[in-house]
């Protein structure tokens, strides 16, 4: 299956429209637009290229939405382009991510998400379009608040409901699809 980001695209911007057209568009996550159309998401471009840099990285921003009132950063995504490419590497490094939330306090506070070019759920098939979900352009933590989370559920009490839709989408959609999500 061909990658549709172009290669030499900037990863902030491939990270921004696979926001607008598939999270957002597809309505993969129901609660995204509402801080992105406000500017609350935080995009950053990691420079990291060791998971021990990216650990690093990962506390700083773990720190600074702790300290920043949400109505300024609601959520972050760190975009991780030079560093656990490898997806196995990727989802290893996700327990050193929640060691990180731990170590500073934060569990109940902020939780790390996950997405990856090569996502795939376990019980999946590696070309499985319901993986999609989970498949960004570029390796990427999110940070969620999870009193944000809180209020998504309130609004939304039944969030497997929102796991079944989104397979519904994708199996409708077809990798065909996905891919013209991101032609220009």
């Known amino acids: 299956m061909a ?3 172009p290669p030499t695209e900037d990863p902030i911007d491939a990270t921004r429209r696979w926001v607008e057209r598939a ?4 309505n993969l996550c129901p609660f995204a ?10 995009f ?3 420079d990291a290229s060791t998971p021990e840099a990216l650990l690093e990285e990962l506390a700083e921003e773990l720190v600074l939405l702790r300290d920043t009132d949400p109505e300024q950063i609601d959520t972050t995504l760190i975009v991780h382009p030079d560093v656990l490419a490898d997806f196995l590497d990727y989802n290893d490094f996700l327990e050193n991510a929640d ?4 170590a500073l306090d934060l569990q109940g506070e902020i939780q790390v ?3 990856h070019p090569n996502y795939q759920f376990a019980g ?6 319901s993986n999609y979900t989970n498949r960004s352009p570029y390796p990427t933590l999110h940070l ?4 944000s989370i809180d209020r998504a559920v309130e609004a939304f009490p039944d969030p497997d409901v929102i796991v079944e839709r989104n397979v519904k989408t994708l199996d409708a959609l077809g990798h065909a699809g996905w891919e013209k999500l991101f032609a220009e």
């Open 144 to 147: 969620l608040r999870e009193a």
């Open 113 to 115: 998400a996950s997405f």
């Open 124 to 129: 999946t098939m590696p070309d499985d379009i």
């Open 99 to 102: 060691a990180a939330v731990e």
């Open 44 to 46: 950053v471009l990691s």
């Open 3 to 5: 990658d549709p980001i």
């Open 33 to 42: 637009k509402a801080v992105y159309v406000k500017q609350q998401v935080r």
């Open 23 to 26: 999270v957002i568009g597809l």
